[in-house]
């Protein structure tokens, strides 16, 4: 699917050419190389020898009732994380002092802020992080994901009917002010426009063979 997205973007942008230049190309996708712009950090970090940390700097921590995935991204942050884990005395701990200091304790420092952590609830957790001004989010099922009121808000999913029922499909996410681009309401059934096609196909051949008679 991420391959096909790029392909997207490149046949657009194929079309854009040929409308300013007449001229057409030929597209190449490559689903490897797709996966692999989904790890810009890794493949940076792939050719150095340095030595990575047990744990990074982006990470989980467990709570009561599931994961709040946290990034410690700056100074700011990282005092907002103790404080929220009830350890402000870590700021002036050697271990933490800097930033290279703590990716060599990570371990040490993420053990400490889940032996918090794991007392409350994601939710709780959620709100403690967020009054002290660190990045966070929950870990959540698709189900739960696709409650989300922005996703509501949005329309970002469009209601499908087969022979099968009824489901729920996504829909593109963009919008476009002149466009519709929603996902049409039935899904047709396996074989359900052979025929129609067929006939399609066979009346363009009659008319083709009439035109080369002629």
Known sequence: ML?????????SAALYQRHTTGKGQHIDVSMLESMLTLTPTEVQASQFELPPPSRPMFGSVETADGYVMVAIASEKTFQGLVRAAGHPEWVADARFAKYADRRRHWNEMMDGVESWSRTVTTANCL???NAHGVPCSAYRTVAEAMDDP????????AEVEDDGGIFKVMNMPFRMSGAKVAAGARAPALGE?????LGEAECSEEKTAASAGK
Do not use: D, K, M, N
Request: cysteine-free.
């Open 3 to 11: 391959t096909g997205v790029y392909a997207f973007g490149a046949i």
């Open 127 to 129: 709100a403690e992080l």
């Open 150 to 157: 922005q996703l509501v808000h949005r329309g970002a999913l």
């Open 193 to 197: 426009h052979t025929s129609a096609l």
